[in-house]
T-cell receptor
């Protein structure tokens, strides 16, 4: 049973426009959420995170929004650039529970065309 | 430079053979993890260790074994019991405790001959 779901396997966006990547979760105990970016044949790199005490976190072109009642989060990239083309993974954990590990979604492949 | 080193980059396994994937970190992190990536399947947790000489099974531990004799090292052995070992294997580490931002290595691609 998937606890973290990324229902869109792929997304195509034009350069300069907004990219919105979505993630849903089922475990109400999750209280810390992260987004990772991954290029082929490389390890994922951390992008941005959000704690459940917030509903928004911004870092440059990247903003993550959290809707706890809907168990939904989204990553907004504005403006999108060709170098943003990668697989984006949503991940979640219970940060106040030591000994747990991140649970990842299946990823969304973003393609940004120039 | 601090980081996580995985070796080899590519590995081939013969039928019935055990193979070991290396993972070393010099970030002084307490926790280390092994994930497996299959196409369209995301990252699935194999094993993780929060402290030296202790480790826990993840979601897909069957056919794998690990050891954590040193803080810096967390090798993964893919045993002959793992019937579908072809995948991209990722090692990661974190400060540990309740803070779970992971730092990943560059991965090992394992294929079956």
């Amino acid at each position: 049973d998937q606890q973290v779901k990324q229902n869109s396997p792929s997304l195509s966006v034009q350069e300069g426009r907004i990219s919105i990547l979505n993630c849903d979760y089922t475990n109400s105990m999750f209280d810390y959420f992260l987004w990772y970016k991954k290029y082929p044949a490389e390890g994922p790199t951390f992008l941005i995170s959000i704690s459940s005490i917030k509903d928004k976190n911004e870092d440059g072109r990247f903003t993550v929004f959290l809707n706890k009642s809907a168990k939904h989060l989204s990553l907004h990239i504005v403006p999108s650039q060709p170098g943003d083309s990668a697989v984006y993974f949503c991940a979640a954990t219970t940060a106040n529970q030591a000994g747990t590990a991140l649970i990842f979604g299946k990823g969304t492949t973003l393609s940004v065309s120039s | 430079d601090g980081g996580i080193t995985q070796s080899p980059k590519y590995l081939f396994r013969k039928e019935g053979q055990n193979v070991t994937l290396s993972c070393e970190q010099n970030l002084n992190h307490d926790a280390m993890y092994w994930y497996r990536q299959d196409p369209g399947q995301g990252l699935r947790l194999i094993y993780y260790s929060q402290i030296v000489n202790d480790f826990q099974k993840g979601d897909i531990a069957e056919g794998y074994s690990v050891s954590r004799e040193k803080k810096e090292s967390f090798p993964l052995t893919v045993t002959s019991a793992q019937k579908n070992p072809t995948a991209f294997y990722l090692c990661a580490s974190s400060i540990g405790g309740s803070y779970e931002k992971l730092f990943f290595g560059s991965g090992t691609q394992l294929s079956v001959l």
